[in-house]
T-cell receptor, first 114, second 113 residues
Framework: AQSVSQHNHHVILSEAASLELGCNYS??????LFWYVQYPGQHLQLLLK??????LVKGIKGFEAEFIKSKFSFNLRKPSVQWSDTAEYFC????????????FGAGTRLFVKA | NAGVTQTPKFQVLKTGQSMTLQCAQD?????MYWYRQDPGMGLRLIYY???????DKGEVPNGYNVSRLNKREFSLRLESAAPSQTSVYFC????????????FGPGTRLTVT
């Protein structure tokens, strides 16, 4: 069965620290990849997406992610986190064929200390 | 342009009661989804509607039914609520087959006692 694994369930960082959240998926075909963010008390919103082309994609608020096809990975990065980045982050995968279903990872809760 | 709206925001039910969660989108999207979010489990797909007039089961459909009333509205019904259905429910929509990004509603927090 297709699945998405996020390596860290909880991450605590100090402001200005660098962030990398891991995401691996199990699907052999072409995929569309996403990172969504859920700020406290809010609904999910798109952080960034990859469909094709340059495997390094940039999103909102200084976030970026790199697609490494050989590793089935789509890790999220930010060079310097802020207190306002405290949120839950979800990696998601939509298979390109029959792509009505999106599979979400379990999420990573990030807490940034001021 | 309100995006995706959900009602109610909060609900408490007793075991065995029924209720319908409402979802509407004003973005003229073709596809709509219902997810449940539980701690440590991410979002799990309950049902989806690829286009008006069609519905399909997702990962965890048992105990739920859906209706795609028209292009705008997609409701989720719990016929006989159980404590295991205590969760946060999110509705989402997507433009169509050419765009895979989903837009989420604010969620409904449901507690079944």
């Amino acid at each position: 069965a297709q699945s998405v694994s996020q390596h860290n369930h909880h991450v605590i960082l100090s402001e200005a620290a660098s962030l990398e959240l891991g995401c691996n998926y199990s699907y052999g075909g072409t995929v569309n990849l996403f990172w969504y963010v859920q700020y406290p008390g809010q609904h999910l919103q798109l952080l960034l997406k990859y469909f094709s082309g340059d495997p390094l994609v940039k999103g909102i608020k200084g976030f970026e992610a790199e697609f490494i096809k050989s590793k089935f990975s789509f890790n999220l990065r930010k060079p310097s986190v802020q207190w306002s980045d405290t949120a839950e982050y979800f990696c998601a995968v939509t298979p390109y064929t029959g792509g009505f279903k999106t599979i979400f990872g379990a999420g990573t809760r990030l807490f940034v200390k001021a | 342009n309100a995006g995706v709206t959900q009602t109610p925001k909060f609900q408490v039910l007793k075991t065995g009661q029924s209720m319908t969660l409402q979802c509407a989108q004003d973005m003229n999207h073709n596809s709509m989804y219902w997810y449940r979010q539980d701690p440590g489990m991410g979002l799990r797909l309950i049902y989806y509607s690829a286009s008006e007039g069609t519905t399909d089961k997702g990962e965890v459909p048992n105990g739920y039914n859906v209706s795609r009333l028209n292009k705008r509205e997609f409701s989720l019904r719990l016929e006989s609520a159980a404590p295991s259905q205590t969760s946060v429910y999110f509705c989402a929509s997507r433009p169509g087959t050419s765009s895979y990004e989903q837009y989420f509603g604010p969620g409904t927090r449901l507690t079944v006692t």
